[in-house]
């Protein structure tokens, strides 16, 4: 059992992280971003090109490497998240819901075909494979990579909730977040720190794809698609806009999902948590950690 | 149901005002609606906070108040938008504090909005069509056969909504939609648009906001007109001059609670209104 | 003077409070005959299916037809849609599941040994208990989760299919009879003033035809009635809506449980015309394609989803050069479209300009007479008085 909740914990992570990018844009301009999940894709891609493409430190596969191409591809990744967000989301603020719901749903698709017309439509076998020796935890196996990758999640995670809590950036974020209006009058550039959320955010799902195509071994074009959807529902079980719900939520679906396959069999995976998704939306839609809203009727 | 019979859950200061108000008129008449301590809290603020007052049918009520006085927030509480922290809204004897919005239009009590908010997809005769959508019957199969229930209907429709257009003092071509309109018209068309529901009582939210000299002239007439078909208005307003004017009674909010009710006159001399208003010229020139 | 007011009384299928005030104003005679817009649209319409009716008489070839009959089917999905999404403003983007509900269901009943006609009232039962079970819940959700909650409901209803015996599993069910009569099947082939029709695949196209058409007459007309001026209300502004007396959750239930229907009548007619279907037919790519159809089309508009079906139906025949450009073309295309044309190619408000200068003597305007973009109902949930 403690295997089930060490493999519920290690993809648990993956969500998280994805989970952090859709709730922190969600809290600062109330969009789902629909393509955020394709950004972790474009990462996993990214870092494929750069494991693939660049020679010497990098061909050693080692932790160096890995980290190394990490930081790239994060940065390639949040620069993507930027220009998708001044190109096709900035223009329609004022626009009704729907108009930028769909925009957001053409961005993913020309991320996913986009991808596919370069990288051709079948899946790519990742040049760096994660080896490692297998430890046994209290009778649950637990191999290395697995730990390093949690670590990185965890120190990603830590260095985030620093950045959001202490830092100027995040006071921002924090204000525009609660009220736009009033951090605009006290001098916020709302625009700077709507496009620092979106690098920031697109960065963890882009550092998310690195370590999953290293994890599992193979890329494709439509990766992003069942990742962005479980990644929302995890911001939702942990309560949408807030970032430790976000942590929470995405660890608390990788153990329902570790602990529904284990009963349902795992061709329910997705069915299941797609289940949690619409069971929490109609019982609890703030989430575990979610603010009350005021009661519209 | 009496006002009296509410008073057991009323703060003492409170019944004296509505006590005050009925004695005045003289006769034991009815609200139509009655707001009794209302309380709205948004996390640490408090918008409304134990406002009480009555309105009774068929007469003109005026809200006013500086702003931030709670005016919109009680609005919106009494037509079901906001769900109040405690107190209780009864319209016409019933109890509508947990009602949707539709239901308390359904009830006869009608309202428009702060920023006119019209469908400006649609032309300004769907625009009033809506608002008969509780009180048409027609079902998809009619619709889409196209019987003679349909046919019916429809043309009635249009006939009321023209009606309620020329009641209004609309004069502009009924197929523009309503986006292409000039504001004061926008504001017209709300108002028929809100009538067409067939309402016992009509929540005007600053209805004078943006209009000219002589559109709030015809502002004028118009409540005047609505009032004498017998559904009450109850209006808030900063336009001190037209409130003045038109009103039989003004309630005066501040901080989230009435302050004063009474006659234009009484309100104009009550020294807590006086301060509430120092040094705030809210009010144009009528 | 100031009395009550008096009690409601029924007239001619409206109840009424107070009288309303008769018109006073003399309005323009209206347009006559031809010049009438919506006449004038029906004429078009009208003219447009004869010729396709024709279609086959011109060129008998079997894979025009089919082609044709695919777009038929694909126009009474995009028509089931341009309820949820074009007049309620309900962003569905699992919008295919129904399709494979209908599907399904009658897939798997026909090869049960029930004729096929006879599935119908089953397979609409099944989508309205569908659509209820997933709309329910979900309508009373802000517009961002609608969209990935019908969006995992599409999946959930795929991977189910793809994992239940019932419906064969990942291959599918196969099979499936064609329509018949009291012995007489399509596939018998018809003959009619001498001429033999042969029949599965010209009489299938006839059929098709028959539902497409019914699909856009029904649609077209409950946009023009009582729940469809709600629907185009609520899409405008869902609160004002409501406070002109529209239960906001009931009239989307309905938009959701009527496009449900139709979603489902097109499956029923799918299943029969490929004799077999699998879960891969209902990925969520082609629900995405189907909101593209919609949305480049002109939300909300008859002309401009049939178009955008048309568009997007043919294209993948018409550009088979570009194949694997298509997607990404269409990602482009919907993205420009919202920031550029958010109407669509013929927008719902759109009246053809020589038909509005016919109709009130004024001069007419340039190209199309619609507006700028919407720019109310922006999201007010957090907004404080």
């Known amino acids: 059992m403690l295997q089930l909740v060490v493999d519920g914990l290690f993809v648990g992570s993956f969500y998280a992280l994805v989970a952090l990018g859709y709730s922190m844009v969600y809290g600062i301009i109330k969009l789902l971003n629909f393509a955020h999940g394709d950004v972790y894709m474009v990462g996993a891609f990214a870092g494929f090109l750069l494991f693939s493409t660049v020679t010497g430190l990098v061909a050693s596969g080692g932790l160096m490497s890995l980290l190394l191409v990490l930081l790239v591809a994060m940065i390639l990744t949040g620069l993507l998240g930027v220009f998708v967000e001044r190109v096709a989301y900035r223009p329609l603020r004022g626009s009704p819901r729907l108009a930028v719901l769909i925009t957001a749903v053409g961005v993913s698709f020309i991320l996913e075909y986009g991808v596919r017309q370069i990288m051709g439509p079948n899946p790519r076998v990742y040049p760096v494979r994660l080896t490692g020796e297998t430890f046994n935890l209290l009778g649950a196996r637990i191999t290395l990579p697995q730990l390093i990758l949690f670590a990185v999640a965890g120190l990603l995670m830590v260095a985030l909730n620093f950045l959001v809590m202490r830092s100027r950036d995040g006071r921002a974020m924090r204000a525009i977040a609660l009220d736009p209006q009033a951090a605009k009058l006290m001098g916020v550039n709302v625009d700077r720190v709507i496009s620092r959320t979106f690098f920031i955010g697109s960065a963890l799902a882009g550092a998310a794809g690195v370590m999953a195509g290293a994890y599992y071994g193979t890329v494709d074009f439509l990766m992003g698609f069942v990742i962005g959807l479980k990644a929302f529902t995890a911001a939702v079980i942990g309560g949408i806009g807030n970032l430790y719900g976000a942590m929470l939520g995405g660890i608390l679906l990788g153990l329902l999902e570790s602990f529904g396959t284990a009963f349902l069999g795992g061709e329910w995976r997705d069915v299941f948590s797609f289940a949690c998704l619409i069971l929490f939306l109609s019982l609890r839609p703030t989430g575990i950690l979610g603010a009350r809203v005021v009661e519209r009727m | 149901m009496s006002a009296e019979g509410q008073e057991s859950s009323v703060a003492a200061v409170d019944a004296a005002t509505t006590a005050d108000v009925d004695r005045a008129r003289g006769d034991g008449r009815t609200a139509l609606l009655s707001v009794r301590d209302l309380r709205l809290r948004f996390g640490g603020v408090k918008a409304v906070d134990g406002l009480t007052f009555d309105a009774y049918p068929g007469e003109i009520i005026s809200v006013i108040g500086p702003n931030g006085a709670g005016k919109t927030s009680a609005f919106n509480c009494i037509t079901g938008f906001y769900r109040p922290t405690s107190g209780d809204i009864l319209f016409d004897g019933e109890s509508i504090i947990r009602k949707l919005p539709s239901s308390i239009v359904k009830l006869g009590l009608g309202r428009t909005f702060q920023n006119v908010r019209m469908f400006r997809e649609m032309t300004v005769v769907d625009n009033v069509k809506t608002a008969m959508h509780a009180r048409i019957s027609q079902n998809v199969f009619d619709a889409i056969l196209h019987t003679p229930r349909y046919r019916r209907v429809e043309r009635q429709c249009v006939e009321d909504a023209r009606g309620w257009l020329d009641f209004v003092g609309y004069s502009l071509d009924e197929d523009l939609l309503a986006s292409q309109l000039p504001y004061g018209e926008q504001r017209r068309v709300e108002i028929a648009r809100a009538l067409a529901s067939q309402p016992k009582m009509l929540l005007l939210d600053e209805p004078a906001a943006g209009l000219n000299h002589s559109e709030k002239q015809d502002l004028i007439a118009l409540i005047r007109r609505i009032r004498d078909l017998g559904i009450g208005v109850v209006l808030i307003e900063h336009d001190m001059g037209l409130v003045m004017n038109i009103s039989e009674r003004v309630i005066v909010l501040n901080f989230g609670r009435e302050i004063a009710d009474g006659t234009p006159d009484e309100v104009r001399r009550n020294p807590q209104v006086i301060e509430a208003y120092l040094g705030a010229d809210e009010g144009e020139e009528s | 003077m100031t009395t009550r007011a008096p009690e409601t009384r029924s007239v001619r299928g409206l109840t009424y409070r107070i009288e309303p005030p008769a018109p006073t104003r003399v309005r323009p005679a209206p347009a006559r005959g031809l010049r009438e817009p919506r006449r004038f649209m029906s004429l078009v319409g009208g003219l447009l299916l004869l010729l396709a009716l024709a279609l086959p008489f011109i060129n008998a070839s079997p894979y025009i037809i089919s082609i044709g009959t695919s777009a038929f089917i694909y126009i009474m999905l995009a028509m089931g849609l341009n309820i949820v999404v074009g007049y309620a403003g309900l962003l569905d983007l699992g919008y295919y599941a129904f399709f494979a509900v209908g599907a399904y269901t009658s897939g798997v009943l026909a090869t049960n040994d029930m004729p096929l006609v006879f599935t119908i009232p089953f397979v609409i039962v099944a989508c309205i208990g569908a659509g209820l079970i997933i709309g329910g819940p979900t309508l009373r959700l802000r517009s961002d989760y609608l969209a990935i909650v019908t969006l995992g409901f599409g999946e959930i209803i795929r991977l189910t299919a793809n994992n239940l015996e019932l419906t064969g599993g990942p291959s599918g069910i196969s099979g499936i009879p064609t329509f018949a009569f009291f012995g007489w099947s399509f596939r018998d082939g018809l003959d009619l003033f001498g001429i033999h029709f042969n029949g599965k695949i010209l009489l299938y196209y006839t059929a098709v035809l028959a539902g497409g058409a019914f699909a856009v007459l029904a649609v077209s007309r409950l946009g023009r009635g009582r729940l469809g001026r709600a629907w185009r209300a609520i899409k405008d502004d869902e609160d004002a809506a409501e406070a002109m007396g529209i239960n906001t959750y009931l009239a989307k239930l309905a938009a959701y449980v009527m496009g449900a229907i139709f979603g489902g009548l097109a499956g029923i007619l799918m299943a029969a015309h490929q004799t077999a279907i699998s879960p891969t037919s209902f990925v969520f790519l082609n629900s995405a394609l189907l909101l593209m159809a919609v949305v480049l089309g002109g939300m909300g508009s008859t002309p401009g989803v049939i178009i955008g079906a048309l568009v997007i139906s043919l294209a993948p025949e018409l550009l088979r050069d570009f194949s694997s450009w298509r997607y990404l073309i269409f990602g482009v295309l919907l993205v420009l479209m919202m920031l550029f044309r958010p109407q669509g190619l013929w927008p719902s408000t759109a009246v053809l300009p020589f038909l509005r200068f ?4 004024r001069s007419p305007r340039e190209g199309f007479t619609d507006h700028g973009e919407p720019s109310e109902n922006v999201d007010r949930s957090e907004e404080l008085a």
């Open chain 3, 358 to 361: 016919r109709a009130r003597g």
